[in-house]
């Protein structure tokens, strides 16, 4: 249908065009071009117009995060992976908050999310987002989103509202965190029982190259993350958390890790400043036990040249002594 084919263009065209976010696809520009050309109709020849559109947006090396979905034993580290996570996230909350009138994306999803060469998330494919109010609830009869990532109240009722994007959102944390097979893993498995799992596989990984108080703290920024998705991905909506409480707790989870690392730096460092000092109380007790050494040598000289000056002298005593002997004994005769 032209009528839908305009509409939809138009529509992300305007929302592209307003949105300017670290993590949101840059948009470069657009081109819209109309040619007349001899089509068959109804039997006949006729001259019809034909429109062809085109959005430009930045080039993305890395493509979409779709290819890179690994199990937690494969692929993309924690940090990597983490780092895609939040700023999934916060491009989410550029939409659904920062924005003064709130767009929401209806179609989240790996596919959609472009790495860039240092592998910072982007949020593309705006065509079936909706400009919503701040708390607005819809019913659509459109049938939009990609089957997987919809939520229960949209299959069942056609609802959309922001709570929309956090279902979607959760399905993307759990294959970033657990591989393709992260969602449907959690839903054949208690919660706690899909926590414990992930969890554990983590913690075995970042055992490779973490260590006490780090190793705590990264996973438990894991376990944080397993269950904001699980949060996310509740039948009920209400009970979803909202974008902002999801940043915050990630941030939390990111503080908590600094201070784990400061505290390793000071013990890092004043185990440094102890060393330095264990070499420098070295370097001055060899000094002093080298001068000790020459004071040692040297008295022990003087004395021993004293010993033998002094025995020289006794000798001589006794060699006068002697011939004084001698001589009285000439005498007596």
């Known amino acids: 249908m032209p009528g839908q084919d305009e509409k939809h263009f138009q529509n992300e065209l305007q929302n592209l ?9 840059g948009f470069v520009g657009y081109c819209c071009e109309t040619q007349r050309e001899h089509v ?25 995060l779709h290819r890179y979905l690994e199990d937690e034993f494969h ?26 009138e709130p767009i929401l994306h209806l179609d989240l999803k790996p596919d959609n999310i472009l790495l860039d060469e240092n592998m910072l998330p982007k949020l593309a494919d705006f065509g079936l987002s909706k400009l919503f109010s701040e708390e607005q609830t819809r019913v659509t009869q459109s049938y939009i989103g990609t089957r997987g990532y ?6 069942e009722n056609n609802v959309i ?27 054949e498995m208690t919660s706690k029982e899909f926590i414990n799992l992930v969890h554990g596989n983590w913690r075995k990984r970042l055992q490779d190259t ?18 904001i998705a699980l949060k ?11 974008i902002v409480d999801i940043c915050y707790k990630l941030n939390e989870t990111e503080t908590i890790i600094a201070k784990r690392f400061s505290q390793v730096e000071k013990w890092e460092k004043m185990t440094m ?54 001589y009285e004994e000439d005498d007596d005769v």
Request: glycine content about 6%.
């Open 17 to 25: 065009m307003r949105l300017k976010h670290q993590n949101i696809v």
């Open 40 to 64: 068959q109709y109804d039997g006949r020849i006729v001259i019809a117009e034909r429109t062809s559109r085109a959005l430009c947006f930045e080039y993305l090396q890395n493509g979409s």
């Open 75 to 100: 692929g993309f580290d924690w940090l990597t992976r983490y780092k895609i996570i939040k700023g999934t996230c916060e491009g989410l909350k550029y939409l659904h908050v920062d924005l003064k």
């Open 150 to 155: 919809l939520p229960p109240e949209y299959i």
């Open 161 to 187: 509202s922001k709570k929309f994007d956090i279902f979607s959102l959760g399905v993307v944390m759990l294959k970033v965190i657990a591989g393709r097979n992260g969602r449907s893993n959690s839903a």
């Open 210 to 227: 973490l260590t006490g108080s780090p190793l705590e703290a990264y996973c438990q920024q894991v376990k944080t993350c397993i269950e």
């Open 232 to 242: 996310c991905v509740e039948i009920k909506r209400h009970k979803r958390p909202n």
């Open 273 to 326: 400043q102890f060393q330095e000092y264990v070499e420098n109380t070295d370097r001055i007790v060899a000094g002093l036990l080298e001068v000790f050494e020459e004071s040692c040598y040297s008295m022990g000289t003087s004395i021993i040249e004293r010993i033998k000056v002094s025995r020289q002298r006794s000798l001589l005593q006794h060699d006068d002594s002697d011939d004084e002997e001698y």
